[in-house]
């Protein structure tokens, strides 16, 4: 069975160097990994956890940078990367909305050296709107491109943490209806977006979304998997973690695929769906061939 995890990240060694100063720059990146306690890996320790763990591949997802500059730099780390480790490392550039035409040619950029699409962008983190005419731009562009966007979500309730945002499922409702043709993934189980896939109306507009599980075992019980896929089906549910984040902080203490690639395995999802979970339905959605 083929694993990808479609939810990971990736920094450049000049950015775990020099953390501190990309932490001046960015106050959400600082307010998340100024500490050095913020898991940071090299390639060299992530091809190794994949071996480990059995996974084949894994999708790198940009962080959401509050400077374009700086969006460029890692961009042209992860092009690096992936041309270096084709069979093994797919990754998302990132683009910061605010600014306009020079977005939309950075993703245009990415696509051109062999990025999968474009994401994770926050909303949040980077301070757009969903209904920004430069968000929406990138969003038209990576719709016109053929490729796909991921979006920072997160539960509207429950508990606070570090890096949960304010974007309401009403905005990302209203963005999809706006892109309908855009392939998007919502983060995060989609902050909980998935429910409301009962809605026919709401079925229909979201025919184009995917939902990743990054995170999850930090936010719900392992039920999710088997709730979401019976909400939405079997093809739009992607495994993803977060590595290397910590996702069982009372016992992990190094970051691994593994434990959350077992919570999926006995989340009570259907034997002959897990294929398309844990690995297809990212080929899928972010395969650049």
Request: include cysteine; glycine fraction near 8%; charged fraction near 20%.
């Amino acid at each position: 069975m083929l694993i990808v995890d479609a939810h990971i990240h990736l920094f450049s060694p000049e950015i775990q160097a020099h953390r501190d100063r990309y932490a001046a720059h960015d106050p959400f990146f600082g307010y998340l990994y100024s500490s050095p306690k913020a898991r940071m890996v090299s390639v060299t320790e992530l091809l190794a956890d994949m071996d480990a763990a059995g996974v084949d591949k894994v999708v790198a997802v940009g962080w959401p940078w509050q400077r374009g500059d700086i969006c460029r730099e890692q961009n042209d780390w992860l092009m690096a990367v992936t041309r270096r480790h084709t069979d093994r490392v797919i990754a998302l550039g990132t683009v910061q909305p605010l600014d306009g035409p020079a977005a939309v040619a950075e993703l245009r950029r990415c696509v051109e050296g062999g990025l999968a699409g474009v994401g994770e962008l926050n909303a949040d983190g980077q301070g757009f709107r969903l209904d920004d005419s430069g968000f929406l731009s990138v969003a038209r562009a990576a719709t016109d491109m053929g490729v796909p966007m991921l979006l920072h979500t997160n539960e509207p309730v429950g508990h606070v943490y570090p890096g949960k945002g304010q974007l309401s499922l009403a905005d990302v409702y209203a963005f999809i209806k706006a892109t309908p043709e855009l392939r998007l993934v919502l983060a995060h189980w989609g902050g909980g977006f998935p429910f409301y896939e009962l809605m026919p109306e709401v079925r229909a507009a979201a025919r184009n979304v995917f939902y990743d599980s990054a995170a999850s075992p930090l936010l719900y019980t392992p039920a999710i998997f088997r709730t979401v896929i019976d909400l939405v089906g079997t093809d739009k549910v992607l495994f993803g973690s977060d590595y290397p984040l910590i996702l069982y902080p009372k016992r992990q203490k190094m970051p691994s695929f593994s434990p959350l690639l077992d919570e999926a395995n006995s989340g009570g999802v259907p034997a002959a769906a897990l294929a398309d979970v844990l690995g297809r339905n990212a080929m899928r959605v972010y395969s650049t061939s």
